[in-house]
């Protein structure tokens, strides 16, 4: 049974920085793309960025680039999205997914 699961979200302020984890059970990462999506209240479930397989190569969307870095350790079974200078905007539940086998997601709420 696949098993995904998604930590330290929380509640950071403007220009401050959060670095998720999601561990993987079940499932061999080191052949798995995995991703990163977020839903921010009122819209719908949008990528914020992916990692390949190997780990040797990133993409992210527009509104994140630069701030925002996947990593990924397939040795731990774990993926990690470093946010620095976060944003109101950036207030979501993120989500770490394989394509196929979701988290439930944690919360990361931006406030001053």
């Known amino acids: 049974q696949v098993q995904i699961v998604e930590s330290g979200g929380g509640l950071v302020q403007p220009g401050g920085s959060l670095r998720l984890s999601c561990t993987a059970s079940?499932?061999?990462?080191?052949?798995?793309?995995m991703a990163w999506h977020r839903r921010v209240p009122g819209k719908d479930r949008e990528l914020v960025g992916y990692?390949?397989?190997?780990?040797?190569?990133?993409n992210y969307q527009h509104f994140v680039r630069g701030r925002f870095t996947i990593s990924k350790d397939n040795a731990k079974k774990a993926v990690y999205l470093q946010m620095n200078d976060l944003k109101p905007e950036d207030t979501a539940i993120y989500y770490c997914?394989?394509?196929?086998?979701w988290g439930q997601g944690t919360q990361v709420t931006v406030s001053s």
């Open positions: 997914t394989t394509g196929q086998h």
């Open positions: 079940g499932i061999d990462i080191s052949r798995e793309w």
């Open positions: 990692i390949t397989s190997s780990g040797g190569a990133t």
